[in-house]
């Protein structure tokens, strides 16, 4: 008989392992039920509801170098989360799907859930039930509900010639942070900050409520990258675009990085989930002022035009063909 | 130049193989919006919602030498839509979230979507977006939203002593159909037959919306084996059962497979996706009546007790542990 405890995902068993997981992601209140059935029963309370599902597979989304558990539990469910908070929505419930090689420590589990927990809890996400099996690499699979803020969400289809083009935040850290990593520089202030908009980023629910006052016509959030995500919102409004290169915000920490041009990463450096949006020109400054009080900056880039793409004298699609794609050979 | 058509998910790249599988998918009629945004928006006409989520990784859910990319497809989706019939709710929407080698055929995807936009249809489900990724080998979760098909759903925690305990159609065919794969058996009718329930599995959508006219107590459906799955739902009704083994109704055609016992693998095998419920002792017989519309049999197998899990002579606790877990070491 072995009498050590076990230390591997294999050494429990698929059943035992799901039991230890779903006595850390808590219990349902009111009439709904969450994990333990063959389905959550949940209550939204909204007509409308939104539904997104986001695929995080390793060494592919996260080199497992540079990731713990914890990271990866944290960043799959703020892609989610920042993909609710696009459509001006509040995130509510998610399942999590997860496949793992059967070599995958417990204690590597235990860090994924606290990820997943703690950014759960940033963005009140009740995680409601899911799903395991064992794979090759470690896949993470969250897939979330939310409602609007308002009556109907914000899509990506409603920008209008004259709209001013407006981005949260800072563009470029996530991928510097990821240049800083896979380089392995020496961690300062600045460094540790790009790398936590790597490892952690922020799911801008918190601006999307503020957002959700204001006439929002179409949004996006940046996680492919300034330019092929600008792409996607003008190809859904049917628009074109004229960005001022000097207007775009670089997040400033890059400048400790030597090696890529700042301005590069931050048109098609991806992953920043920063909030990209087009809005009526005259409520940029009280959007803005709005915005003050997450501590979150709201810079407006350029405006929405009839036709053509550009930021400053290069096309978009130039700019588009620089950014980053999963499958596609080198 | 390469002038040849490419036959690769790697040679078309992500965002134009999004673009290929999203022109497959529909187009969502109404106010609601489905692929091409940042989530969906969808109009459920209930105040509750389920939502589950499912997985599956080749080489270890299935084995590409005898799934086609149609048989992952369907398979994926018909185990979702099984958890929702399972809660005696009616499946509407799914995301699916794919993970693919590089060198992925096209062929193969377009054989995926065939299978999975076969079953949707089959059932109703509006496939309304989806992730694609690389990885080392597929994988596949699909995530599903319905409603109860009445006021609310039905739990696995409602069984009381002295329900009987029922299950639709019969067990073990989908684990003699892996046998017949995996012996490379002579197709006869019945083989074929027990094959098509391993590979292109039914969910039993149509049978639960017929039960939710009546008092199920509690309900699960047979995806790990009967006795993994029954024992499920008596943890979760906290009682206990009195199983008749002359009930149990195994697949007629196992008999064509030689080799595996054919009630060990009605009661060990998993993936019918079998409704297995309790009802009221005295509605046992309008239910079955109620239910021949479908041509799907209903058996009553045994009754639920106070305490003590029994199949016959044999505790069910040994029974479940024949069955059959994904993570654990042989």
């Known amino acids: 008989m072995d009498e050590r405890a076990p230390t591997t995902v294999a050494e429990v068993g698929e059943l035992k392992l799901i039991e230890l997981v779903r006595a850390r ?65 509040r995130p509510s419930h998610a399942v999590v799907a997860l496949g793992l090689p059967a070599a995958t420590s417990l204690q590597w589990v235990d860090q994924f859930l606290d990820g997943l927990l703690d950014a759960a809890g940033r963005w009140a996400v009740a995680i409601v039930g899911g799903d395991i099996s064992a794979a090759q690499e470690i896949t993470v699979t969250v897939s979330m509900v939310g409602r609007p803020r308002s009556g109907s969400a914000v899509l990506r289809s409603g920008a209008r010639p004259g709209d001013s083009i407006c981005v949260t935040g800072a563009l470029g850290g996530a991928a510097a942070g990821l240049f800083a990593l896979r380089s392995r520089m020496p961690q300062t202030e600045p460094v540790d900050r790009l790398i936590g908009r790597q490892l952690r980023p922020t799911a801008r ?59 590069e990463l ?65």
Request: aromatic residues 6%; contains cysteine; hydrophobic residues 45%.
């Open 25 to 89: 992601v808590g219990v349902a209140h009111g009439t709904e039920v969450w994990a333990g059935d063959d389905t959550a029963v949940l209550t939204p309370q909204s007509p409308a509801l939104l539904l997104t599902t986001d695929l995080l597979v390793e060494g592919i989304d996260f080199d497992a170098a540079y990731y713990n558990g914890g990271d990866v539990g944290w960043k799959a469910l703020a892609a989610s989360a920042s993909d609710i908070a696009a459509m001006c929505g």
């Open 205 to 263: 629910v918190a601006e999307a409520a503020i957002l959700a006052g204001f006439e929002i016509s179409a949004m996006i959030d940046v996680s492919d990258g300034l330019a092929v995500d600008l792409e996607h919102l003008l190809d859904a409004s049917d628009v074109g675009c004229n960005v001022d290169p000097g207007l775009v915000p670089v997040d400033p920490d890059i400048s400790a990085v030597e090696g890529p041009n700042p301005f």
């Open 266 to 330: 931050a048109v098609t450096g991806g992953e920043d989930f920063e909030l990209l949006f087009t809005i009526q020109e005259d409520q940029v400054e009280a959007a803005a002022d709005a915005l003050g009080a997450t501590g979150t900056p709201l810079t407006a880039i350029g405006i929405v035009t009839s036709t053509g793409r550009r930021i400053g004298e290069r096309s978009l699609d130039e700019w588009r063909q620089q950014g980053w794609e999963h499958l596609r050979n080198p």
